[in-house]
């Protein structure tokens, strides 16, 4: 059965912004409601367009994922060289990311961390869940941007791992701070998006060594 949520978010657009590209590698603004890599259903992703846009490349192009919901900032690898040695960058977290969001409800403290192990909840697939026995170590450093009208906060999440889910499930836990990000269908309620976007990536390059910025700002 196809999956009606991959249908109205699929993005008309085959165009994907590069911010950044050199022979090795490239950045690009992954829009909302596009898959980073192929699904069950044939619907387009990251690493169907960068396959067609760089058909010479000998290694996986897709270094990391974002949820199909969130947009903002991927790296591509051109050559396997260059992928086998973002994802070891990526593993050993010295890839400094962060994330801007919008929340529901207003967040007291100006800055702090969330520290809450996460799992897949068995019962209730895609959704995670904390768990203190079985979740695997989770944390998220943050810093209020903005708090708007007395009913939301502008956010910026720098996330110390990367599982799967984790920001949304740091934002809405009652544990975490309690204020769902908006537009989250699993931890919160729907909206036109989900105010989620990655905003800022720095990492060594693979080849020259030197260290790599990349900014690009959300739309909202």
């Not at 919008?102 to 996460?118: A, C, H, N, R, S």
């Not at 920001?167 to 699993?186: K, S, V």
């Not at 800022?200 to 080849?207: D, G, M, N």
Request: aromatic letters at 6%.
């Amino acid at each position: 059965e196809e999956n009606p949520m991959l249908k109205r978010m699929q993005v008309p657009s085959q165009n994907l912004e590069i911010v950044y590209e050199d022979p090795w590698l490239s950045v690009i603004n992954k829009p909302a409601g596009m898959l980073s890599v192929p699904g069950k259903e044939d619907a387009v992703s990251v690493y169907s367009l960068m396959r067609e846009q760089y058909p010479e490349a000998d290694g996986p192009l897709t270094v990391h994922r974002l949820d199909m919901a969130t947009s903002g900032l991927m790296l591509i690898a051109k050559t396997k060289r260059v992928h086998q040695n973002l994802q070891a960058q990526f593993k050993n977290r010295l890839v400094r990311k962060r994330y801007v969001a919008l929340l529901e409800g207003i967040v007291p403290k100006d800055k702090g961390t969330v520290d809450l192990p996460l799992c897949l909840n068995p019962l209730d697939r895609p959704r995670q869940m904390v768990h203190t026995e079985h979740g695997k170590p989770a944390i998220t450093d943050y810093q209020v941007l903005e708090r708007l009208d007395g009913k939301r906060t502008r956010i910026a999440f720098y996330p110390r791992t990367g599982r799967t889910h984790q920001l949304r499930i740091h934002a809405a836990h009652p544990l975490g701070l309690h204020c769902p990000i908006i537009g989250d269908e699993l931890y919160g309620e729907k909206a036109d998006r989900l105010y989620l976007h990655a905003e800022y990536l720095e990492f060594t390059h693979p080849i020259t060594g030197e260290t790599v910025r990349i900014t690009k700002e959300a739309e909202f």
